[in-house]
């Protein structure tokens, strides 16, 4: 679980980077891995649920 949560963080704060060098750059590279990198963040967030969801029903 720690794990995870140290995870997860650091890839939210590598997504808040990219964000941080388009403002600063302009270039639209940063954006896109923005995106990228929060776009897994969420999905894996969400699969992580969905299995603690699935161990407490069963």
Known sequence: MLIFRW??????????????????????????????????TVIAALAFFAVLFAGRIA
């Open 7 to 40: 995870l997860a963080s650091l890839l939210i704060l590598a997504s808040l980077l990219c964000f941080a060098f388009y403002l600063g750059t302009g270039r639209s590279q940063y954006k896109r891995l923005g995106f990228l990198l929060f776009k897994w």
